[in-house]
């Protein structure tokens, strides 16, 4: 096995073997600021050990759709995973798959996936959910897109490791107005995609106000193992991107070095451990927004990447 295969599949690993650590820090971090005790950072792990130990209960209303999608999710964002830089700064065997523009679209088609699933079952609060989230993609995914461009924009390509290899190459760019812009831009579609506060709260249990988690509501067992499993891997590689391109581009290993890439995992866990915390004082600090407001805060995350993309040109002019 090559080095890059070998690396491959280390990244794979890595990503579907801490992702729900990263959700349990995060979980375990957000009660303590609240003065609580709060679940142990291993809480998701046994979770997914007790879901995936139990049977499955699925409507009569339910098809081929509602059984698939799990695993459609789950590939997608294992998919996502393969393309981006997460523990190496060079192309892997399977980078080819695309760029983060085509990441975005993956994104885009487990998210569909999700709604299709929630909408087969017959359930009310499922399609409510896959209504909800449905619009608030339509706003999301564009602004993502065009935040991809602002980093495309310094460095001259939508590939993410040519990317990270530019802004790393040169440290000033980190402080240019269009990166900065860019940053926040992304951070924002971060909390977003990842079902945070200010847009929804991943330990709700009043039905009528989530929004994630109410198009998952008829899933159960080893499906809803899945869901879980790929959600958490979604708010991971979703962190990486945001901390491995835009914050801290720095201390990936080499694609022809196995131990520079697993050396990397420490670093990059560091990484994410900040970008954790930011997360957690945002759900700290902020109520989560009311519906209708939501529109303004993805308004705000795209005109940030616009405003990004026109500084772009007017320092290159």
Not at 132 to 160: C, Q
Not at 256 to 276: M, N, Q, R, Y
Not at 300 to 312: K, N, P, Q
Request: net charge neutral.
């Amino acid at each position: 096995m090559t080095p890059g295969i070998a690396l491959q599949v280390i990244q794979g690993l890595v990503v579907l073997a801490f992702a729900p650590l990263y959700a349990g820090v995060m979980a375990r971090a957000s009660a303590i600021v609240a003065s609580k005790r709060g679940p142990s950072i291993w809480q998701p792990y046994r979770d997914l050990a007790k879901w995936l130990h139990k049977s499955t209960v699925i409507s009569d209303q339910a098809s081929f759709v509602f059984r698939g999608a799990p695993f459609v999710a789950f590939a997608c964002y294992l998919t996502v995973a393969a393309i981006v830089p997460i523990i190496t700064d060079q192309p892997l065997p399977l980078a080819f798959l695309g760029d983060l523009i085509g990441g975005a679209f993956v994104l885009s088609l487990a998210s569909f996936a999700m709604s299709l699933a929630a909408l087969d079952t017959a359930s009310p609060l499922g399609g409510l959910g896959a209504s909800r989230a449905s619009w608030i993609g339509s706003l999301a995914e564009p602004a993502l897109i065009l935040v991809f461009f602002t980093v495309g924009a310094v460095s001259a390509s939508d590939n993410p490791y040519l990317m990270n290899q530019a802004v790393a190459g040169s440290p000033y760019v980190i402080v240019l107005p269009t990166h900065l812009l860019g940053l926040v831009a992304f951070f924002m579609l971060v909390l977003v995609e990842g079902g945070r506060i200010p847009i929804d709260n991943p330990t709700g249990s009043i039905e009528i106000s989530m929004i994630e988690e109410t198009r998952v509501l008829e899933f159960s067992g080893r499906e809803y193992a899945l869901v879980k499993w790929a959600s958490w891997m979604k708010l991971f590689v979703l962190s990486a991107i945001l901390m491995n391109i835009f914050v801290v581009p720095w201390g990936l290993g080499d694609a022809t070095s196995i131990t520079g890439g697993l050396l990397a995992i420490p670093v990059l866990l560091g990484k994410l451990a900040v970008c954790a915390l930011a997360i957690v004082i945002i759900d700290s600090s902020f109520a989560k927004l009311r519906f209708f407001r939501i529109a303004e805060f993805l308004g705000a995350s795209f005109l940030l990447a616009l405003v990004g993309i026109v500084t772009s040109y007017v320092i290159g002019a």
